[in-house]
């Protein structure tokens, strides 16, 4: 089924470790973006990207990193994990950065935690 | 202050009663966005608006571009509606020439409103 795919599902990591969290679409989207969902505090912006090889930083980008080397794929990358980065994380992709006549589709989420 | 900001923060309603959310907004947007996220997690993306009103089945959303307002509205409301409603814009933050960093593209959320229906 067309859509965005995020994997894993669920993570634990260690203080300090380091993780890439998946995400594809396969609906041709040029327009990728990853939010971080904390509670009282809504969805925020990482990164996102309008193209591939373009990316950018969002509100929230300090100790993530992207790349977006093909149309489809838009990982998140965290370096050295840290209490702070317990979150759900989701993906989404749109048509285009600069149109506003299309929708958001969201990945399923990743639940990461970091002891 | 917020940029988005959504009113209530919870609402719970009977079966079958009218339901409205709402969501202000402080700063020029190209498109509002209403999304629904239901306890196992996912979101779904319900109306992308950018003036008028929308509706699908029982849903109806509206935009005042002008009080910088859109209003969520569930008509017969049941059950199944139980979920979060998130209010998100688009902002445009343009910077001329080549893409630059620094400015927040993408969108920007509410804290949504957790709506439970009750039978």
């Known amino acids: 089924n067309a859509g965005v795919t995020q994997t894993p599902k669920f993570q634990v990591l260690k203080t300090g470790q380091s993780m890439t969290l998946q995400c594809a679409q396969d609906m041709n989207h040029e327009y990728m973006s990853w939010y971080r969902q904390d509670p009282g505090m809504g969805l925020r912006l990482i990164h996102y990207s309008v193209g591939a090889g373009i990316t950018d930083q969002g509100e929230v980008p300090n100790g993530y990193n992207v790349s977006r080397s093909t149309t489809e794929d838009f990982p998140l990358r965290l370096l050295s994990a840290a209490p702070s980065q317990t979150s759900v994380y989701f993906c989404a992709s749109s048509y285009s950065r600069s149109s506003s006549s299309y929708g958001y589709t969201f990945g399923s989420g990743t639940r990461l935690t970091v002891v | 202050k917020n940029e988005v900001e959504q009113s209530p923060q919870n609402l719970t309603a009977q079966e079958g009663e009218f339901i409205t959310i709402n969501c202000s907004y402080s700063?020029?947007?190209?498109?509002l966005h209403w999304l629904q996220q239901h306890p196992g997690g996912g979101i779904v993306s319900l109306f992308m608006?950018?003036?008028g009103k929308k509706k699908h089945g029982r849903l109806i959303a509206t935009i005042n571009i002008q009080e910088k307002h859109s209003s969520l509205h569930i008509t017969a409301s049941h059950p199944r509606d139980s979920a979060v409603y998130i209010c998100?814009?688009?902002?445009?933050?343009?910077?001329?020439?080549?893409?630059?960093?620094?400015?927040?593209?993408?969108?920007?959320f509410g804290k949504g409103t957790h709506l439970i229906i009750q039978p």
């Open positions: 700063v020029g947007i190209s498109a």
């Open positions: 998100a814009v688009r902002v445009f933050r343009k910077v001329w020439g080549a893409y630059s960093g620094g400015g927040a593209d993408g969108l920007t």
């Open positions: 608006l950018s003036s």
